[in-house]
């Protein structure tokens, strides 16, 4: 079956180190994003590519780098640089055009320790 | 960004009541679009509109697109304990933004 996949579901940091989330598609998509959700507040954008070997800055970007090297793969990384990185993060794709509405992840869940 | 206010924050209804919440912004969207997210999972799109005006239903859930285009409604009907988790409303235009979500709890 066709879906997105992100791993680990739950991830624990120490404060100074940088993570990696794994974000896998096998859905075709062209275009793959990165949320944070934070409780109470909506999604916010912080990478997203609409093609491999591009990406651009979303709304909170600080702190946070992607890559793009293949069309099935967006992982992200939690850099040190982070000041708050406790947070439910999410990755979605979509065909390439967002009025279909995007497929998402079940997330990650990450927690400073 | 363009901010979408999505009401109520939080829902407790009895099971069988009908649901109704909505979301605003105030700039023009091309697409609405519904989503819920259960507890511990990523969201889920439940309804997609495209013109303003439109009326779509699935199930139980029924979405309008507002005539001015800057606004959204979602109706559940003879909610079930299932219906419980968050539901997002999203305005697109080149990007994708979300509300805050609508918190709703189902007591049997």
């Known amino acids: 079956d066709g879906g997105i996949t992100q791993s680990p579901k739950y991830l624990f940091r120490k404060e100074g180190q940088n993570v990696t989330l794994s974000c896998e598609q096998n859905l075709n998509h062209d275009a793959m994003y990165w949320y944070r959700q934070d409780p109470g507040q909506g999604l916010r954008l912080i990478y997203y590519?609409?093609?491999?070997?591009?990406?651009q800055k979303g709304d909170i970007a600080e702190g946070y780098s992607v890559s793009r090297e293949k069309k099935e793969s967006f992982p992200l990384t939690v850099t040190s640089a982070q000041k708050n990185p406790t947070a439910f993060y999410l990755c979605?794709?979509?065909?390439?055009?967002?009025?279909?509405?995007?497929?998402f992840g079940s997330g990650t869940r990450l927690t400073v320790v | 960004g363009q901010q979408l206010n999505q009401s109520p924050q939080s829902m407790f209804i009895q099971e069988g009541e009908d649901v109704s919440m909505n979301c605003t912004s105030s700039?023009?969207?091309?697409?609405w679009l519904w989503y819920k997210q259960d507890p511990g999972e990523g969201p889920v799109l439940l309804i997609a509109?495209?013109?303003?005006?439109e009326l779509t239903s699935n199930g139980r859930l029924t979405a309008q697109f507002g005539i001015t285009r800057k606004d959204s409604f979602l109706n559940i009907s003879a909610s079930i304990p299932s219906d419980v988790g968050i539901y997002f409303c999203?305005?697109?235009?080149?990007?994708?933004?979300f509300g805050a979500g609508t918190r709703l709890t189902v007591k049997p």
């Open positions: 999203a305005g697109y235009n080149n990007d994708m933004r």
């Open positions: 979605a794709s979509t065909p390439g055009q967002g009025w279909y509405g995007y497929t």
């Open positions: 700039s023009i969207f091309n697409t």
């Open positions: 590519s609409q093609i491999v070997n591009d990406f």
């Open positions: 509109l495209y013109k303003a005006g």
